[in-house]
């Protein structure tokens, strides 16, 4: 459960710095983190992504 806050901390964060262009810094900073090799920075970015696009279910009824 502490990890989904922490993910839906960092999403915030992009949210209140970067608005509606908060996806396009996270999936940058994914591809990035790919090109790079870091693989936990990858999932932690692409898990991002997916919570800005609400794909992760959090707040679904």
Same mark, same amino acid.
């Not at 090799?37 to 999932?43: K, L, P, T, V």
């Given at each position: 459960?502490?990890?989904?806050?922490?993910?839906?901390?960092?999403?915030?964060?992009?949210?209140?710095?970067?608005?509606?262009? !908060?996806?396009?810094? !996270?999936? !940058?900073?994914? !591809?990035?983190?790919?090109?790079?090799?870091?693989?936990?920075?990858?999932?932690?970015?692409?898990?991002?992504?997916?919570?800005?696009?609400?794909?992760?279910?959090?707040?679904?009824?």
């Amino acid at each position: 459960m502490e990890e989904r806050h922490d993910l839906w901390a960092v999403a915030g964060l992009l949210l209140g710095r970067y608005g509606p262009q !908060a996806g396009a810094k !996270a999936e !940058a900073n994914a !591809a990035k983190a790919e090109r790079d090799g870091d693989d936990e920075a990858h999932a932690i970015w692409t898990d991002t992504v997916h919570a800005l696009d609400g794909q992760d279910g959090v707040g679904r009824a």
